[in-house]
Nanobody, 124 residues
Framework: QVEVTESGGGLVQAGASLRLSCAGS????????IGWFRRAPGKERELAAA????????YYSDTVKGRFTISRDDAKNTIYLQMNNLKVEDTAVYYC?????????????????WGQGTQVTVSS
């Protein structure tokens, strides 16, 4: 059973940085693609970034491209989301999700294992 747990959220001012962590337990994440999703108040859940099993292929939504970086450290069984130049509109609950496959997917149904989420709040 794959389990993932997010950490690193918090309250910051616009322009600040945060690094979110997604730690795996119960199973190695080294063969799975990982996605960072977010749900802002009153909005649908959206995929912000994703990375394939090798770390060679990544995806970023247009709203975070150039500001967020997804990476993985398989030795630590952890995936990171470095978020720079945060904006008020980045305020959301951020979820880490493990795919059922190794290749990168932007389809939410590809992700079968979800964490509980971590709140990121950006103030102006």
């Amino acid at each position: 059973q794959v389990e993932v747990t997010e950490s690193g959220g918090g309250l910051v001012q616009a322009g600040a940085s945060l690094r979110l962590s997604c730690a795996g337990s119960g199973h190695t994440l080294s063969r799975t693609a990982i996605g960072w999703f977010r749900r802002a108040p009153g909005k649908e859940r959206e995929l912000a970034a994703a990375i394939d099993w090798s770390g060679s292929n990544t995806y970023y939504s247009d709203t975070v491209k150039g500001r967020f970086t997804i990476s993985r450290d398989d030795a630590k069984n952890t995936i990171y989301l470095q978020m720079n130049n945060l904006k008020v509109e980045d305020t959301a609950v951020y979820y880490c999700a493990a795919s059922r496959m190794g290749y990168l997917s932007t389809t939410i149904n590809s992700y079968g294992y979800w964490g509980q989420g971590t709140q990121v709040t950006v103030s102006s």
